[in-house]
């Protein structure tokens, strides 16, 4: 059993070496790291009730990563690879939740983390050199060190629409779902038809007395290819993850499967089509990006063979030519890639209807439902928002968090948010980031690994040298956001609309948020500036007399 500390018998010192922003995959780890290996007296702070990040808060039905089971893990302990049990290709959320839960007992994390306590607040005290951090409670701390590890997509996003407040019936966020909603025999109406969307729409289809979905944007997805694994199979891999991880870690995507090197137009019409089935068949919506040609996100030929293979099995999937129609995309094949468990087909069920509010805005949520500007009131019992969130950076700004001079980090952000390697931000000194803005676009817990233990041997040379304060500079910071922008409008990702730009945000500017050019280049460049000295950082010395010892070992 799960059971969060109560606050009356923790350690009462409000003073710590770091203080550690979320308890997911990246600040579990992070305790870990800090707390473990270097001897640190450490906090961690989460709003959740108990371990997982943004795996506690979407319990939506069909909840599902898109990272087969193997590599949707941590690597850094072999005897946890080895011990952890799975048998499905990909894996859903409540096993996630169950593996980091079974992390935080493994290493008995939770007797450092205060949960039920959302920070607030944090600022940089230049005079005594730590950041002082408040929660919601009310309660003052203070360290050395801030990790945020807040997470990509975690801040929710709820569109505004007029009489949201007066619908009579149940409303929920597919990213902050309770745990006891019942849907069975309803009229529900979802919005959105995103990752989250398909996953929900898919799995809530055959429950529900009648499903309206209000889709803005018809999707590029394919089959995810779930299902059991042979034993046989786990256990080679389980034999084989030695040489997996490092091939993984050197990849681009950090998926596990063989990236294609040969462009789309090299081969005739017949073979890319054979490919591209093949890679259907197989199911994976990275693979079917990245391991069927080299140039899908960067040629338009190669990206337009790719939709037009996938708009031909809508055509064939969907029974009914209207609703094909509209759920048929036209631009480019190029978002976050996208795959499913039978997503179209459900189109053809009698108790699910297309409402493309392009063609038929929303004009009202009403007491009874949803009115579309053709006037019909779609009558329903429940509506679930299934838009998404403010990625990247929607949770940094909901802090009051200040850096050097009281600069808080929207002010820093005016333009669109940026960073120094994805981990720091000049003025904020001796704060660090998990999966901050123009970090690595790829299989998220292989990239959170790669900055947690770049961030722990940064402090860790900290450490050893008395304790310095570290900061970014202007000039780094800015360099490596171009360095981002440069790479990305290498790619047709950035003449999309898309939350991996900021695009689903009324007023968001849109911006570059990821660096694409892969995991191995990541790690390259995180190694180059550490054989550089740091290079793009300033580092000064504490203010104390006596620097601070790391724990034997």
Not at 188 to 205: H, L, M, P, W
Request: proline share 4%.
């Amino acid at each position: 059993m799960n059971i969060s500390i109560d606050r009356d018998t923790r350690n009462d010192s409000t003073d710590f070496d770091a203080i550690v922003i979320g308890a997911g995959f990246g600040g579990l780890y992070m305790l870990h790291k800090l707390r473990d290996e270097l001897g640190l007296h450490v906090r961690v702070f989460d709003k959740a009730g108990d371990v997982g990040g943004t795996w506690y808060w979407n319990r939506y039905p069909g909840a599902l990563s898109d990272t087969e089971t193997y590599l949707y893990c941590y690597s850094f302990d072999r005897e946890l690879l080895q011990d952890w049990q799975w048998n499905t290709r990909y894996v859903n959320q409540p096993s996630i939740l169950a593996y980091l839960n079974h992390v935080a007992d493994r290493y008995d994390l939770r007797r450092d983390i205060q949960f039920n306590s959302a920070v607030s607040a944090a600022r940089f005290d230049e005079a005594t050199q730590t950041w002082q951090v408040e929660t919601e409670q009310g309660e003052s701390y203070s360290a050395r060190y801030l990790v945020t590890a807040l997470g990509l997509l975690s801040a929710t996003n709820v569109p505004n629409i007029a009489g949201r407040t007066n619908f009579r019936g149940e409303q929920y966020h597919t990213g902050a779902w309770p745990g006891d909603v019942e849907l069975a025999g309803k009229r529900v109406g979802v919005i959105g038809t995103g990752s989250t969307g398909i996953q929900v729409i898919t799995a809530i289809a055959p429950e529900v007395a009648h499903l309206t979905v209000f889709q803005r944007t018809p999707q590029y997805s394919v089959p995810v290819g779930n299902g059991i694994m042979p034993a046989a199979e786990i256990a080679a891999i389980k034999a084989d993850y030695d040489n997996i991880w490092p091939r993984v870690k050197r990849s681009m995507t950090a998926f596990g499967f063989e990236e294609s090197t040969i462009p789309a137009m090299s081969v005739s019409a017949d073979t890319r089509r054979a490919v591209f089935q093949k890679a259907w068949d197989e199911g994976g919506g990275f693979r079917f990006m990245f391991g069927t040609f080299s140039d899908i996100v960067t040629d338009e030929a190669a990206n337009e063979a790719a939709a037009e293979f996938v708009r031909g099995k809508i055509a064939e999937i969907v029974d009914d030519e209207e609703t094909a129609r509209k759920l048929t995309p036209r631009g480019y094949y190029a978002k976050r890639p996208l795959c499913d468990s039978g997503y179209y087909a459900v189109y053809n069920r009698d108790n699910v209807a297309l409402v493309d509010v392009r063609e038929n805005p929303i004009d009202e949520i009403t007491e009874r439902g949803i009115r579309t500007t053709d006037g019909i009131e779609h009558e329903l019992d429940v509506i679930i928002f299934a838009t998404g969130f403010d990625a990247v950076d929607g949770n940094y700004v909901k802090i009051d968090l200040r850096g050097r001079g009281g600069e808080t980090i929207r002010e820093h952000w005016r333009e669109g948010p940026t960073s120094y390697l994805g981990t720091t931000v000049s003025g904020f000194p001796n704060m660090f980031m998990v999966l901050g803005p123009n970090g690595p676009f790829t299989n998220l817990p292989p990239s959170i690994e790669t900055q947690v233990e770049w961030i722990s041997d940064c402090i860790k040379d900290l450490e050893s040298n008395g304790g310095a304060v570290i900061e970014a500079t202007r000039a780094a910071e800015d360099d490596w956001t171009r360095t981002c922008q440069a790479i990305a409008d290498e790619t047709l990702f950035s003449k999309g609309e898309s939350w991996i730009f900021g695009a689903n945000i009324p007023g968001k500017k849109h911006t570059v948020m990821f660096f694409m050019a892969g995991l191995g280049a990541y790690r390259d460049a995180l190694a180059s500036v550490v054989d550089a000295d740091y290079r793009g950082f300033e580092r000064r010395p504490r203010r104390v007399s006596e620097p601070r010892k790391l724990a034997a070992g």
